[in-house]
């Protein structure tokens, strides 16, 4: 008798998207409120450690696809948090403006190729993965150009990438308790 195994795709989708959320309220509009040790306490636990978890299990489900991207989102957001730890504890200066943009756009690019790994996935999984490469991209050229109003432009772009992948987590969950009642845009196979 086989063990069914849970799905680990809503946890890494919601652990993404809620961060994802909570960061780019911050690159919106600092009103709202200031990038802080919240955000970068989320991307550490939730963001960071709930996907890693997410990625093993689908690891486990032999889901290659899951696998790597869950777990590479989860080591993002470690690093991200790392970005700004490790310079209050190591002599080395804090990544510039140059670095960054390097930073986001390899990021940008490993998703833009991610998202070619969505294409027989639901048109829901495509947006989150496309918006995030755009986000990603909105980000090194405002760290390029260094112009607030790009920041801004990709913090609201960010919000509506996160917000799709917390829509897609529990689509996720409530279809599988209840059944398709959320559309995701299945594609037929």
Known sequence: MSEKLANPAPLGLL?????????????ASTSVFPLSNMV???????????????GSMEFKKGN???????????FFWWSFAALFL????????????SAMAAYFFMWG?????????????????QFVFMSLAVLFFL????QVTGNA?????AGYEGVICGLSAVYLGLA??????????????QIKQ
């Open 109 to 125: 690019l490993f998703t833009f190729a991610m998202f070619f790994g969505t294409l027989k996935s639901s048109r829901a999984l």
């Open 86 to 97: 490790l310079p209050q504890v190591s002599p080395l200066p804090a990544a510039n403006q």
């Open 40 to 54: 970068l306490a989320m991307g550490l636990v939730y963001g960071g450690v709930a996907q890693i978890i997410a």
């Open 149 to 153: 109003n790009l920041q801004q432009v």
């Open 64 to 74: 290659t696809f899951g696998m790597v991207a869950f777990s590479s989102y989860g």
């Open 15 to 27: 652990a993404f998207g809620l961060t994802t959320v909570l960061l780019n309220l911050s690159n």
């Open 139 to 142: 980000l090194t050229a405002w």
């Open 172 to 185: 996720e969950v409530i279809n599988e308790a209840h059944g398709q009642i959320l559309p995701i845009g």
